[in-house]
């Protein structure tokens, strides 16, 4: 056999064929076996714009594990260099995928939703076949932001070729609160203390409300100035339990969820851990709060 200085493949696959030309009058080989020996599997294939190098030795290893032949007599170069046939993937494709997934996430039909990509995309080299593009997932309070960057991962042909790393500019121009004027920390915001206007609402420090006086809750952790949109973030919510209360607790037995009472010895907020004393126990343990009056054992 005669081994290539330079193979270039279209495949995921390398086959023997690919490094090395197969003398057939010198070495007496009957077609059968010609063609057996062409589709010996070397591996994969590298990625476009990478290489692989096989030497002899790893060749004829592969080849003889085969059992197609028990020796070889080599001609040509001493290792051969393995590239990946490809071609220049439009980019501006890879921007219009990532920027519909953002508008997807974000708009809810009465928000207006801009995005643009906030860097130039680098060339992309794929092999040849179909290009698939899937964005990974962002929940809505992830993607809500000035800047965000969008992973997509690409295939071609139904296989993984690479990731790629999209960074956006966002601006979501949304009804949202602000302040009438100076408010105090402590106090329970009234719809009277505010104005509904239309802004950017991405580009806020914390979550923007809707604007929607039914669903104002809890009193302000900080004081608040006049023209200031109201967010998540000046809100103290109403705890979920209160020291002193009389909660259901929560704990599983196997495949059963009890329930049993217990007396809180914290306030706590959803998702927050408190102390609890279950019914007729002296000793306390912990809980994580799940619902308004409901905690559950943790580690249990």
């Known amino acids: 056999m005669s081994l290539k200085t330079d193979a270039m493949v279209n495949a995921a696959r390398v086959k023997l064929v690919d490094l090395v030309e197969i003398d057939v009058e010198t070495n007496h080989l009957d077609e059968h076996l010609m063609k057996t020996m062409a589709a010996v599997d070397m591996g994969n294939a590298p990625l476009p714009g990478y290489s692989l190098r096989f030497s002899r030795k790893e060749i004829e290893r592969i080849v003889r ?26 980019s501006a494709q890879l921007a219009i995928a990532a920027e519909n997934y953002l508008k997807k996430v974000l708009g809810n039909g009465q928000n207006q ?81 505010l104005l509904v206007l239309e802004m950017d609402v991405a580009s806020l420090d914390g979550a923007a409300l809707p604007a929607d006086c039914s669903m104002l809750k809890g009193s302000l952790k900080r004081n ?41 010895l914290a306030n706590g907020e959803v998702g927050q851990r408190i102390q609890v004393r279950p019914a007729a126990a002296t000793e306390t343990i912990a809980a994580i709060v799940v619902a308004p009056g409901v905690a559950k054992v943790i580690g249990n």
């Open 65 to 90: 594990a085969s059992g197609q032949v028990k020796a070889i007599e080599w001609r040509g170069a001493d290792a051969v260099k393995v590239e990946r046939l490809a071609k220049v993937f439009d």
């Open 113 to 193: 939703v801009v995005v643009e990509t906030a860097e130039r995309l680098p060339e992309l080299l794929l092999a040849e076949g179909q290009v698939d593009i899937k964005a990974r997932n962002l929940t809505r309070a992830e993607a809500m932001h000035a800047r965000v960057t969008v992973w997509l991962d690409v295939t071609v042909a139904g296989m993984f070729s690479r990731s790629v790393r999209v960074p956006l500019k966002v601006k979501v121009m949304e009804q949202t609160f602000v302040a009438k004027r100076d408010l105090l920390k402590g106090i329970t915001p009234a719809c009277e203390d």
């Open 224 to 264: 608040i100035p006049s023209g200031t949109a109201l967010t998540q973030n000046y809100l103290q919510l109403p705890n979920a339990i209160n020291h002193g209360d009389t909660v259901n607790l929560l704990f599983s037995s196997g495949a059963l969820l009890l329930e049993s009472k217990a007396l809180a």
